[in-house]
């Protein structure tokens, strides 16, 4: 599994996602997560608080060792930066 950079400047209003750091196996993949809180995986379709998945740049940033994995318990989200308001 790899470790990802998403981020998106779309959606700049308050109490919104304004980039997050996930794993996942592909930079399609990870495109296609919306931050939550939890971390794991938004369930808001409409994208209020994120931006839809063609709009969300990618950057690969590392390898994820499996160690590590077992610790997240299912979780993509390592960390968030969330804009409240």
């Known amino acids: 599994m790899n470790l990802y950079k998403i981020s998106q400047t779309i ?12 794993i996942a196996k592909s ?3 990870a495109r296609k997560i919306i931050p939550s809180f939890d ?3 938004g369930e ?5 608080c994120w931006s839809r998945p063609e709009n969300v740049k990618v950057e690969l940033i590392g390898v994820v060792d499996g160690d590590y994995l077992v610790n ?11 804009n409240a308001g």
């Open 11 to 22: 959606n700049q209003n308050w109490d919104t996602f304004d980039s997050a750091v996930v």
């Open 27 to 29: 930079a399609d993949e």
């Open 39 to 41: 971390g794991g995986v």
């Open 44 to 48: 808001n379709g409409d994208y209020v």
């Open 72 to 82: 997240m318990h299912g979780k993509v989200n390592v960390i968030s930066s969330f």
